[in-house]
């Protein structure tokens, strides 16, 4: 997703990107300073971080697991192509929210980390 996120920076500098990074604390944060650096030098790049455990002192904008309630708050719009990737069970819940969310299926991308799974059922 990184690799990604380089792209569209370089490529189409002006576009809005929201950046969601979600992990099981901050121990397990990849990329977390380039993330934050690309935010600070690119005024349309957001990013939010989600992780499953409160650690003290550590600060993050959701404890727990990406969920609709909070998607829906911080997501401008459905009309805009989302990409995803991870293990099946994030894959999953998140594949579910975005339609939940009334995205259509076209802009629905994901890649499943581990075997090959179908996540849409």
Request: charged content about 20%; some cysteine.
């Amino acid at each position: 997703m990184i690799s990604m996120l380089e792209t569209v920076i370089k490529e189409q500098p002006s576009r809005d990107v929201i950046f969601i990074h979600a992990a099981r604390s901050s121990k397990f944060h990849a990329m977390k300073d380039r993330v934050q650096e690309i935010v600070q030098q690119h005024k349309n790049v957001t990013s939010y971080t989600v992780y499953d455990i409160a650690e003290a002192g550590v600060q993050c904008d959701k404890v727990g697991y990406i969920d609709y309630d909070w998607l829906a708050t911080i997501l401008p719009t459905n009309d805009a192509v989302y990409y995803f990737c991870g293990p099946q069970g994030f894959m999953r819940a998140t594949y579910q929210n975005l339609k939940e969310y009334n995205v259509a299926a076209t802009d629905i991308h994901f890649e499943v980390f581990g075997p090959a799974a179908d996540i849409t059922a």
